[in-house]
């Protein structure tokens, strides 16, 4: 689009792939990287939980809830829409590109009062270990969506294996490396490829260089 270059894991926007529009109730993984002073005007969404995490740079975010905030890279973003909505973010820096993952997940309750959060992730409880970002509980670690989902994010050093393991194994867990070069279920992943696991407790993952994982599990039956 010019000023943004958008990479899609499944179905989104002009793109649709019938064999990849959702895994479970994981609906949406962009990866975008937006150049300076551009991005999205205001907009609406509803019944969707939408998770923002800066990887380079920062965005502005404005809503109709009154919020008006910077996230940074290291930074997490949370946005339950429920009954509706309006938001804009865009890059305010007027010459660093915003490098972005945005993920949308189907809710569990329908039209519930929208709410907003943000916090530090702890980079350094990453390393070679899972850290947990999201989760359907308001008093457990990192904040929370209306959904029975939980994203983790690890920095794994060389030639260590580190072990997911599913919270709900009725659930299905989606893989995508950030960063780096690793082997996952018998398939060897490098920068931004993914793959989900399913009927399964628990995943290893082994780190052939430095690497950086994001784990997104999900119900796979759509509410």
């Known amino acids: 689009h010019g000023w943004l270059e958008a990479r899609h894991s499944f179905s989104f926007a002009g793109w649709y792939d019938p064999d ?15 150049a300076p002073k551009m991005g999205f005007g205001q907009h609406p969404h509803d019944n969707m939980e939408i998770i923002t995490i800066p990887l380079e740079g920062e ?19 949370v946005m339950s829409a429920g009954s509706g909505v309006m938001h804009s973010e865009f890059n305010p820096s007027k010459d660093v590109p915003l490098k972005l993952f945005q993920i949308w997940i189907f809710p569990n309750k329908h039209n519930v009062e929208p709410r907003y959060d943000q916090f530090k992730m702890d980079v350094t409880a990453m390393q070679n270990n899972f850290l947990q970002l999201v989760s359907p509980n308001q008093d457990d670690e990192g904040t929370w969506i209306h959904q029975n989902a939980y994203i983790h994010m690890a920095i794994i050093e060389e030639e260590k294996t580190l072990t997911y393991t599913l919270k709900d194994p009725n659930n299905g867990v989606y893989l995508m490396v950030v960063e780096g070069k ?42």
């Open 20 to 34: 990849k529009f959702n895994f479970g109730v994981l609906r949406v993984l962009n990866d975008d990287k937006v």
């Open 182 to 223: 690793t082997e996952i279920a018998d398939s060897t992943l490098n920068d931004r490829d993914a793959l989900g696991v399913w009927d399964t407790k628990s995943v290893t993952i082994k780190a052939l260089t430095n690497s950086r994982i994001l784990a997104i599990e999900v119900p796979l039956q759509l509410n």
């Open 59 to 77: 965005i502005k975010h404005q809503d109709s809830m009154g919020n008006s905030s910077i996230i940074k890279a290291g930074e997490i973003q």
